[in-house]
T-cell receptor, first 113, second 115 residues
Framework: ETGVTQTPRHLVMGMTNKKSLKCEQH?????MYWYKQSAKKPLELMFV???????ENNSVPSRFSPECPNSSHLFLHLHTLQPEDSALYLC????????????FGPGTRLTVT | AQSVTQLDSQVPVFEEAPVELRCNYS??????LFWYVQYPNQGLQLLLK??????LVKGINGFEAEFNKSQTSFHLRKPSVHISDTAEYFC?????????????FGTGTSLTVIP
């Protein structure tokens, strides 16, 4: 595998379910990111991790819980989501926290029913 | 905070015709500017970036963009499009004074190339 991979690619979950999204980067980068992409809205940065430490949390509701066990893996744990949380969730990585270029995964299409 | 405006949500264009995708940003101070492309069922891929220097920036796949500070614009152009250019295009801005890695994205422009 090369680049940034995300699993699953599609996820349908009920409002009472608990699920997790997984992201893995094979680029040797030190920073990883979660973005939310909703139709006709700008990408929203959710979380930033630099060397496994969370550096940013952009006022994301607590029903989204990130985890970064090492520099290559990033998880987004989901529980008691709302229908408006349905979106494409993109993971990205960059060499350093301050790097200009981010490399994106293909995303997980989440539908909350 | 910065804001990015992509004036056209959808742009249909015939194959081999030229195309311009417009992007305006809010800040009057120096910024870093980017264009990303998202092909169907894929993540975003960097097309080109402007950090400093020449205002005309060339990117991958024959795309180029021109930074215009007075108009706070960074329009993307290609002289002759191909079917494979059909994708969503995102303009993004980053404030170099910001020690974080905050990119501000536009809402995207969907380019459809018609055979």
């Amino acid at each position: 595998e090369t680049g940034v991979t995300q699993t699953p690619r599609h996820l349908v979950m009920g409002m009472t379910n608990k699920k997790s999204l997984k992201c893995e980067q094979h680029l040797g980068h030190n920073a990883m990111y979660w973005y939310k992409q909703s139709a006709k809205k700008p990408l929203e940065l959710m979380f930033v991790y630099n060397f496994k430490e969370q550096t940013e949390n952009n006022s994301v509701p607590s029903r989204f819980s990130p985890e970064c066990p090492n520099s290559s893996h990033l998880f987004l744990h989901l529980h008691t989501l709302q229908p408006e949380d349905s979106a494409l969730y993109l993971c990205a990585s960059s060499q350093e926290w301050s790097s200009y270029e981010q490399y994106f995964g293909p995303g997980t299409r989440l539908t909350v029913t | 905070a910065q804001s990015v405006t992509q004036l056209d949500s959808q742009v249909p264009v015939f194959e081999e015709a030229p195309v311009e995708l417009r992007c305006n940003y809010s800040s009057s101070v120096s910024v870093y500017l980017f264009w990303y492309v998202q092909y169907p069922n894929q993540g975003l891929q960097l097309l080109l970036k402007y950090l400093s220097g020449s205002t005309l920036v060339k990117g991958i796949n024959g795309f180029e963009a021109e930074f215009n500070k007075s108009q706070t614009s960074f329009h993307l152009r290609k002289p002759s499009v191909h079917i494979s250019d059909t994708a969503e295009y995102f303009c993004a801005v980053r404030d170099p004074r910001n020690t974080g890695n905050q990119f501000y994205f536009g809402t995207g422009t969907s380019l459809t190339v018609i055979p």
